[in-house]
């Protein structure tokens, strides 16, 4: 029977042939994807990538049924094992039990209530690291964009996530190593069927989780008998670990640490890394939010008293999702034989599920490729279909930390700009680079001036 309609099966999906598509995938993988998509209309087509055929499903409705249906489209499947590989038995792993015991130990932490009691330490340590910026600002000496808020966020994450048990020996090792190891990961995913000897950046990728596993093993060890009373991620996983019966191993801590690291700094950084180059190319979506945020924050140090006035930064945060979504595309595997609105959906079918193109259908969003955050106002947001928006995925598998990413994102995008306004000293990108997360295409070089300067 038809998970969304009841009826029989009455079509096969819409093949989109290798021969056809191979070019574009050569020459723009992302705009022949955005094509592809267009041309299907929210129906659910076949793409031929040669060794795999997975079916492309954009439409909310159909989403919705996948995603929500975890007994019949599981976390499985040939694009799923190289995160596996990674990320193990955690947070991010397959499922199973395993999974359910760290959504269970990781939820309380990422309460909207525990995120707010936190936000005060989350302020201090963005401000701190805003502070950094001051000498390039009063010199005029030009930054990378995307670098100073990977910067950034690393400080909140390592903050936040390891409740300061974590030096800045340790921080240094792990923000490169995590760098390469995302980078190689992305040639990973989109072609998981070659060896791993073959796989580019292979060196790098095994030196960078060597090293993650260094750091993340020996803070175990360290820490494991006595996690201390903390609130954040680690204490609340080796308190678990040591529970009489648990069951469960240093691995399981570090699985977890590494899920929960990659998604807190890759969500924020990449998303935040998109803010600079759409202010320059929408001068009037940055006025409007220098205005609130000089209104609301004014020339004082932000913090958790300000965030409730932060309503237009928090809807330019939502649009940079929407836009360029981290988790931009994520495979779903069919562990029996189903229909999907009438289309035929056989066990180890492989389902290709991506917000980047959901985010981007002509008939669910009026005009989807403008920076429009009003779309977000509250009297805009009535109505829309849930998995309309999804960049945080759904269903049971939905990302515990969207909470801490708006409250985070807010709270960078406020300290830098009541301090300072951006000019572009270098080319602005517009269009993104495929890889397992979507930067922009090129580092954006720009001028951090000194409001004061500006008066």
Known sequence: ?????????????????????????????????????????????????????????????HLQAVLRNTDTYARDGIFWRPLNDLMGDGILGEGGESWAVSRKVLQPVFTLRNVRSLTGRLAETINAAVDELEPAARSGRPVAAGAEMTRIVNRTVVQIFFGGKIGPAETARLAPAFEAVIAALAFRVLLPFLPDRLAPRG?????????IDDVMFGLVERYRDDPGDGLDIFTALCRARTEPGSGLTDKWVRDNLVGMYSAGTETTATALSWLWPLLCAHPEVAARLYEEIDRVVGRDRVGPEHLEGLAYTRQVVQELLRLYPVGWQFPRMAVRDTTLDGFSVKAGQTLLISPYLTHRLASVWERPAEFDPDRFAPEHTAGRHRYAYFPFGGGPHQCVGNHLFQIEAQLIAASVLSRFRPEPAGPVPSRPAMGRTLRPEHELRMRLVPIEERA
Request: no cysteine; charged share 30%.
């Open 203 to 211: 060196r790098s990728y095994r030196e960078g989780v060597r090293t």
């Open 1 to 61: 029977m038809s998970v969304l309609t009841g009826a029989k099966p009455r079509r096969n999906p819409k093949n989109f042939p290798l021969h056809r598509t191979l070019p574009g995938f050569l020459k723009d993988p992302l705009r022949e994807l955005e094509r592809i998509s267009a041309v299907a209309g929210g129906g659910v087509p076949r793409l031929d990538l040669g060794i795999v055929k997975p079916l492309l499903v954009t439409r909310p409705d």
